[in-house]
């Protein structure tokens, strides 16, 4: 938990930052662009206004200026180029140069299939059209989004070893947090267990010399129950302990899950029978799994005792393991009443009963607790589907390699 919270951490402030740094080198970027583009266009309207003339060829004039030829254009079709040898364009070229740029709608923009910027004015007599090189501009702009890129990258590994370095400065407190938890829960079941196992074995004793006419008889089976039924949270608090801290309590092996899937479905026939429901199963065969086989039984007990209790009256229960190229998937299903969409969430949460017909079975909702807790420890997941047909619970777990 403690790990996936660091990381969660470090991926939450480098997506933060790498999108902050996104809309500097965007804003970078098309700042740089309009600029030139500006600064282009602004040459083009001077290249108009001097008609091609000499100062605008490289080498002469302005050492900034880019070099330019005007077009200008008659209403009889005719053209004449001022300024275009050099870029050594012949008659043909500069024709279809010039009927790509009256073929466009707007009077300024870019012919990239011959990388030329032009601005077009229209005269008393003629339509005057100036054009320029556009190579230099994209080079610019290419450039640009080359060193953009590599500052980003370089700041983002940076600033993913500073934040993986401080966001083990920022969980210390709540791995302290959780690990004091974690022993609380873990050493209160272990300390209660004792003083439980006296009380019950109290109650008994009394309960064998209380005659069944006295008045102190209802009294003795009370705390004969509630002590029974302490002694069962203490228990599943204790189990809770135990499959979320896998690696002190248990070593993993190679498991047979498809006999222990049998061997439950076996177990709970009768069960399900008793309550009214039949149990079908398909269960796939060897299929092996690296984990607890004793978490994996009772992984298994509290999906099919969840099914049996809340199917609907004489729903059947569906009970399926399969498996893919590189994970298994273990499924139950039970028909009856559908789990509201705001109880979902909220279903694997501890001590969490939904309302109504899902709450009178006395449990003290930590058994989805405990299964999802165990189907974590073996690097699975574990999720509720319900609609006006079934529910359904699906658990994805790796296959051993």
Known sequence: MIRRLRWKVVGITMAFVSAILLCVFAGIYFTAQENLRRSTEQQLHDALLGGGSYWFLPGQGDAAALPCFVAEV?????????????????????????????????DSGLLRQYRLRYLRQSGLLSLRIAFTDSTLEQQTLRALVRT????????????LVCCYLLSGLITRPVEKAWNAQQRFLSDASHELKTP????????DL????????????????????????MRALVEQMLT????????????????????????????????????????????????LLHGDA???????????DNAIKYAGEGCPIQLALHRTDK?????????????PPEQLAHLFDRFYRADGSRSDHGSFGLGLSIAQ???????????????????????????KR
Do not use: W
Not at 148 to 159: D, E, N, P, T
Not at 218 to 223: A, Q
Not at 240 to 265: G, Y
Not at 294 to 304: C, V, Y
């Open 148 to 159: 953009c890129l590599g500052i980003g990258f370089a700041a983002l590994a940076v600033l």
């Open 196 to 203: 439980l196992t006296v009380i019950l074995a109290s109650g």
């Open 206 to 229: 009394l309960e064998e010399h209380t005659p069944e006419d006295s008045a102190a008889k209802p009294y003795v089976d009370n705390i004969r129950s509630e002590s029974r039924r």
């Open 294 to 304: 004793q978490q994996l039984q009772q992984l298994l007990g509290i999906l099919l």
């Open 373 to 399: 807790a165990i189907v974590k420890s073996h690097g699975g997941t574990i999720r509720c589907q319900s609609d006006a047909r079934s529910t359904r619970f699906t658990v994805t777990l790796p296959l």
């Open 327 to 339: 994970q298994l998937i273990l499924e139950t299903e039970n028909g009856g009443a559908p789990i």
């Open 240 to 287: 809770l302990s135990r499959a979320e801290n896998p690696q002190r309590t248990t070593q993993f092996a190679s498991v047979d899950l498809s006999d222990l899937v049998m061997d439950a479905a076996l177990r709970f026939e009768p069960v399900a029978y008793e309550a009214g429901h039949t149990l079908h199963y398909h269960i796939e065969k060897d299929v």
């Open 74 to 106: 008659y209403a009889d079709g005719t053209a004449r180029i001022n300024g275009s040898s050099y870029y050594r364009l012949d008659d043909a070229t500069l024709s279809e140069i010039v009927n790509a740029c009256l073929a466009q709608p707007e």
